[in-house]
């Protein structure tokens, strides 16, 4: 399945780092939200948001693959969508850690309903600059 939204990022940070960033559930809310994650196959968890008029802020996930430090999938459900998120890490023969994003599963009607996917890649762009950040200060 062609994921609906793909990003990659590069980050001089050791992949150590990176996945602690993408499964530290502290270090997690720094630079997407407040959440309950914990890197165990089949746990449910939550992301909360702050909530506005179009969006409860909630998040409702499951981890669905853990190969630590290489691979990380939960599923991301929220406003009547259910898709997947995958990161996937790889380290860099100059050290670096290319990080690598897909969200796949959106419906029909989300891809019909024009600029959809474009805000989702929008917002885990903002998340990847805010992860870049989190990183830094490591």
Do not use: C
């Amino acid at each position: 399945m062609k994921p609906d939204v793909s990003l990659d990022y590069q980050f001089t940070s050791s992949i150590e780092q990176v996945w602690n960033a993408l499964t530290d559930s502290d270090t997690l809310a720094k630079w997407i939200w407040s959440n309950d994650f914990k890197a165990i196959v089949g746990h449910k968890f939550q992301f909360r948001a702050e909530p506005n008029e179009w969006w409860d802020g909630i998040v409702d996930s499951e981890v669905l693959v853990v190969d630590e430090p290489h691979t990380l999938s939960y599923t991301w459900v929220s406003a009547g969508e259910s898709t997947t998120v995958t990161w996937t890490l790889k380290k860099g023969s100059d050290g670096t850690t290319h990080l690598h994003f897909d969200q796949t599963g959106f419906s029909e009607a989300t891809k019909a309903r024009q600029g959809a996917i474009e805000g989702a890649k929008y917002a885990w762009m903002n998340m990847g600059g805010q992860l870049e950040k989190v990183l830094a200060d490591l």
